[in-house]
């Protein structure tokens, strides 16, 4: 009896070692999610400087973690940027199919709370202008398509923050806020130099399919 116990405790903790040496390096987790955009358009001319044009980001992800503190994140989103005209009750709405690279470093007890910075690449699927504006003393509707006016691609840094709740075993709820600067201009056919920017929030699921 006193042998099985021995041998029963030692290839239970030899498991578990082994377990913990294969955790990292290892892909961690897959998650979805979606949220809010407040983008403006930085250097824009006529775009207004203080209110934001508002838009969905919807997204997928991917984790690569070396360590429980630092890991490389991936993700597929849709975004919409763009901006408010000055002067008239106009936005211009850009849909980008976008694909973040990220640094994510884990803050506190079991990495709960965590920062990301990287680097995004954007395609652009389309831009259009819509609203209306006064013309000669009446309201005329606005809905043009504006594709051709800018740069098929866009691209910058993003830099966030957020926190994981455990709901069980194999899945957590996450919160995140991120922002974004885009380096490039966005349009060759303005005398200014056009550049997005944005500050969304998200909230979504991740599954873990590798150890917690």
Known sequence: MYKTAVLFLFFLTFSLWDASSQKHPQFSHIGAGGGVNFAGIRGGGNY??????????????????????FSLGAEVCFEQKGAVDEAFDINTNLSYLTL??????????KSRFFLISGVYGSYLLNAVKKGEKRVDGRYVSVNDDL???????????????????????????????RTGFGIPDISENQP?????????VNLGYIYYIGFR
């Open 147 to 177: 594709s051709d006016s800018f740069r098929s691609y866009d691209a910058g840094i993003v830099l966030g923050g957020g926190v994981m709740v455990e709901l069980n075993w194999d899945f957590d709820f996450f919160v995140s806020v």
């Open 100 to 109: 973040p690279f990220y640094i994510k470093w884990g803050l506190g007890d």
């Open 48 to 69: 207004d400087s203080f209110d934001k044009n508002i838009g969905v980001n919807i997204g997928f992800k991917g984790n690569y973690s070396f360590s429980d503190l």
């Open 192 to 200: 200014c130099k056009p550049k997005n920017y944005h500050f969304g």
